[in-house]
């Protein structure tokens, strides 16, 4: 194993944080720092379905709609190295850097892990379901995968029905199955990788115990159902973006909403501060970055095309002053965060 298989990868969950009082936010971008992009990455020949920086700060890992694996240095702009694996569909990689999880849709749409230093090809899922997210637990020792559905697809007793699949990396074991009446797209770990997160019934966001698949908590308040979900680092709220673009802070322990943002915008991705402080958003025409407290707009990132099709990634840098997001579906731009962009 050479030095750069060695690196650790800090990881990326597509998640976001933020407190204080409920009220229904809206754009205001008078005060707003906007800010150029550093560089803007154009290494993958299609769809970038992940982007992850390493504990380095400078060394960012992307996973590309058919085309692989790709290693870069954020700060130059200099492909460092490239994993070539076919038909690669939704993608995530390990906390630690060392396992990548992706939908092989080349091979009968089968969940697969790749050992990033042997090569090495294990199957989780042999079914022919397809999905759109798959992610690490915090500790890398789990993975899940949010299935939508598709009536009459072939595969597994129950394999059409909408589900949350979670697996044992190391044994590659099915620990748990949630089955659900609506649309599974979206889930997330908490921080202790005990519970997960991901829209419920009846327009509802719900937590759901890892061991027992019980549903712990329920939250009401989407007009329309919820269509991405994410936990807080400190693990005391979640975060729900809705079909209608609102999105919704919610109190993990009390399941009161702390904070609504009405967006005017569609919202495609977003991602934690490392200090939690803030909230980064990804659309179609730029990406907001937020107060958690009083959902002020601090810095508005340009240069987003206008041929931007949606399903984007975003990633803050583990020191929080760089944060990646893709650009029109192939690119990734990065961007230089001023420390100052945190509130205090």
């Known amino acids: 194993m050479n030095s750069f298989e060695r690196s650790i990868l800090a990881g990326s969950a597509v998640v976001m944080v933020a407190v204080g009082v409920a009220a229904l936010l809206t754009f205001r971008l008078d005060k707003a720092e906007r800010i150029e992009p550093r560089q803007v990455l154009t290494g993958h020949t299609s769809l970038v379905r992940s982007v992850a920086f390493f504990p380095d700060n400078k060394t960012l890992a992307s996973v590309g709609h058919y085309c692989g694996f790709h ?14 694996l076919p038909g690669i569909g939704a993608a995530a990689i390990s906390p630690d850097g060392k396992t990548a999880a992706f939908l092989d849709e080349w091979d009968d749409r089968k969940l697969k892990l ?24 915090p500790d890398g020792e789990r993975a899940a995968a949010a299935i939508p559905g598709v009536p009459g697809s072939p595969g597994v007793p129950g394999s059409s029905r909408s589900s949350i699949r ?14 659900g009446s609506w649309k ?32 712990l908590q329920t939250f009401h308040g989407h007009v329309y159902s919820a269509t991405r979900c994410a936990y807080s680092i400190d693990g005391k709220t979640i ?29 495609d991705a977003l991602a934690y501060s490392p200090d939690s402080k803030t909230i980064a958003i990804l659309s179609r025409k730029a990406v907001y970055i937020r107060d958690v407290k009083t959902g002020e707009i601090l810095q508005k990132l340009l240069g987003m095309p206008k041929e ?29 965060i001023e420390e100052d962009a945190s509130p205090p």
């Not at 729900?240 to 609504?260: F, P, R, Y």
């Not at 990633?315 to 990734?332: E, F, H, R, V």
């Open 308 to 336: 931007y099709n949606g399903l984007g990634v975003i990633a803050y840098s583990p020191d929080g002053k760089t944060l990646a997001a893709t650009g029109s579906g192939n690119n990734i731009l990065i961007w230089d």
């Open 184 to 215: 599974f797209n979206s889930v997330a770990f908490s921080p202790d990788g005990k519970r997960v997160v991901g829209p419920g019934a009846g327009n509802a966001v719900k937590i759901w115990d890892v061991k027992t698949g019980k549903a």
């Open 166 to 179: 979670i697996w044992d990396v190391k044994s590659g074991a099915l620990l748990q199955t949630i089955y």
């Open 114 to 137: 790749w050992d990033v230093s042997t090569g090495e090809l294990r199957t989780l899922m042999e079914s022919d379901v397809y999905f759109w997210t798959i992610v690490f637990s």
């Open 239 to 267: 975060a729900s973006v809705g079909q209608t673009q609102i999105i919704k802070i919610w109190d993990v322990k009390t399941g009161k909403a702390l904070l609504t943002i009405d967006y005017n915008e569609f919202v």
């Open 71 to 84: 290693f870069w240095n954020a700060d130059s702009g200099r492909l460092l190295h490239t994993g070539s």
